[in-house]
């Protein structure tokens, strides 16, 4: 590196520092229930070396009975015991391995394309394919979005990046095997989609540079091997143990409810059977149905509409936004071109495009597909197809020469992409960290912090508090355990049933959490409850209320 890339690389490390930690702890508005459960169990394993059920050191998290790899847990618990249980502790890891996972991709890229004449003169400087894309990823919607939020698959995508560039380099440096296969196991503990995505990664790299690999001496090869079942074997003996441990893969699998889907194929199969049409009734045979389904799943996630424009869930990208920029579509294509027909290794080729394309495999087989969470191993592929597009096409307009009223057409056509590049970063930005409190604050569940330091203040007036645990309320027994930094010592005492178990309805202190039916309820002046507006009927006033951030009320607190 000379001098003018460590000075690029330093100004993006930046730009990607202040995108990812400005106002980290207030936008999102509110944590979710996931990033809860992630700091209460940090702060239950700090406080007495148990998750919130009392598992010693868990391997997996039962958390809302959604079991998932604890990593991001542990991650979590410098943070927590050095800046307290707090939302900005919780979500500082993702950030960290948000900037981190910049800086790694320009590195990863500088390998990649280590011998590639691709670049972007301006004036004095040189960009290059890898600065261009550690940039695109610097100030990328998608990768701000969920590295600003507790959300593992953004540490395990880091990870990917990690063990990739580790793999490549060990080709020089034998030694770095061991670190990529360290990286690649810890993965495993990350998030769910690695147990699927990454041995399909490894697969990937190992027929790609077989001959590379080859030439690295056996010790090393055998020890990478060992490294990564030891550090997975647990995992794996756990998965295959424990009937639990895929709890969340059956949940969110196009199988996990049949009834609905077997209904819809009998009627067709009888239709097609009194229709005597034949190539229906073999097309709508049930297998072919499920891999009908399987197809559409994988074929969602390259959906211009929902990468470019409306995304998924309001948690998943900032309001009237996309994943990526609208810009940035003539250049991924541009890109996708260029790197099939340019000049670049075959090598290179083939494993970025096969990377590509495994992405949405572990996705395929769940509902509520796309789904950028479970997507987002597509990050930094996105941004190098970018990169290579935006180089290819400044090249090519730099030598046109045509002229339109005395200006010359390649000006023109680069200011007003400027102006809307521009244009369309602003938007985001503004979108992102001032609107999306305001139209989003209902899907990151906002309130429960005020109406919790309003109770904490006066709950020594009322014997009971009841609390819905009804949508937009869900899981509301965890936001109070997070805000009150309740003892877990105390709590993992207070949430088992008699024959040792833990309650399915949850209760600690004064506080049950269930729904709330108005009319069956007691109502007594020593009872307090806490509750949307339509738990409660008959002009109810109540003592306190706490509003979304657009103004509608989120959150009553009414006394009996």
């Not at 010693?56 to 998290?61: K, S, Y």
């Not at 102006?419 to 602003?426: D, G, P």
């Not at 965890?478 to 993992?492: A, G, I, R, V, W």
């Amino acid at each position: 590196m000379n001098k003018k890339n460590i000075v690029f690389l330093t100004l993006i490390v930046i730009i990607a520092s202040i995108l990812r930690l400005w106002q980290l702890g207030k936008v999102p508005s509110s944590p979710d229930w996931d990033e809860v459960a992630l700091g209460y169990n940090a702060y239950s394993i700090i406080e007495t070396g148990r998750d919130e059920y009392g598992k010693f050191m868990p391997l997996l998290l039962r958390s809302f009975d959604d079991y998932k790899p604890a990593l991001y847990t542990y991650f979590s618990i410098p943070f927590i015991s050095i800046l307290g249980l707090n939302i900005f502790a919780v979500r500082l890891p993702s950030a960290i391995f948000g900037i981190l996972t910049v800086v790694v991709t320009y590195f990863l890229v500088r390998e990649l394309f280590k011998d590639s004449r691709f670049k972007l003169e301006v004036g004095n400087w040189k960009l290059e394919i890898p600065e261009v894309t550690s940039l695109l990823l610097a100030i990328s919607p998608w990768h701000i979005q969920f590295s600003r939020i507790a959300f593992e698959s953004n540490v395990a995508m880091g990870l990917n990046a990690i063990s990739i560039l580790l793999f490549l380099k060990s080709f020089k440096r034998p030694f770095l095997l061991l670190f990529a296969a360290i990286s690649m196991g810890v993965s495993f503990y990350m998030y769910q989609s690695e147990k699927v995505f990454v041995p399909l990664l490894l697969i990937i790299l190992i027929l790609v540079f077989r001959k590379e690999l080859f030439m690295i001496p056996k010790k090393y090869k055998v020890a990478s091997v060992a490294i990564i079942f030891f550090i997975a074997i647990p995992m794996i003996y756990y998965t295959l143990t424990n009937s639990d441990a895929l709890a969340r893969a059956k949940g969110v699998s196009i199988f996990s409810d049949l009834t609905p889907f077997l209904k819809r194929n009998v009627e067709k199969l009888i239709e097609d059977n009194n229709n005597k049409d034949y190539l229906g009734l073999f097309l709508d045979n049930r297998r072919i149905e499920f891999a009908k389904s399987v197809v559409s799943g994988y074929i969602s996630h390259f959906d211009l509409n929902w990468l470019f424009v409306t995304g998924d869930i309001e948690r998943h990208h900032a309001p009237n936004m996309g994943l990526l920029y609208l810009w940035e579509l003539p250049f991924l294509l541009i890109g996708m071109y260029s790197l099939l027909f340019g000049p670049f290794d075959k090598k290179i080729k083939i494993f970025i495009i096969s990377w590509f394309l495994i992405v949405p495999i572990p996705a395929s087989v769940t509902s509520g597909v796309p789904h950028a969470v479970r997507a987002l191993n597509f990050l930094p592929i996105f941004q190098i197809f970018t990169a290579i597009g935006v180089i290819s096409f400044v090249v090519f307009m730099s030598n046109v020469k045509y002229k339109i009223a005395n200006i010359r057409i390649e000006y023109l056509i680069f200011y007003m992409y400027i102006l809307f590049l521009t244009f369309n970063i602003l938007y985001y930005l503004n979108q992102y960290f001032i609107q999306q409190n305001y139209f989003y604050s209902q899907a990151w569940q906002y309130g429960y912090k005020d109406a919790i330091d309003y109770l904490n203040e006066n709950q020594d007036k009322y014997d009971k508090i009841i609390v819905s645990n009804q949508p937009h309320l869900d899981q509301s027994y965890m936001f109070f355990l997070f805000y009150l930094k309740y003892p877990p010592s105390l709590y993992q005492i207070e949430a088992k049933n008699s024959s040792g178990g833990f309650r399915e309805n949850h209760k600690f202190g004064k506080f049950e959490f269930r729904p709330i039916v108005w009319d069956n309820e007691i109502k007594r002046s020593d009872i307090l409850y806490v509750g949307r507006p339509q738990d409660f009927t008959g002009g109810v006033e109540a003592i306190k209320t706490i509003n979304f951030l657009n103004g509608k009320p989120a959150i009553l607190i009414v006394t009996g």
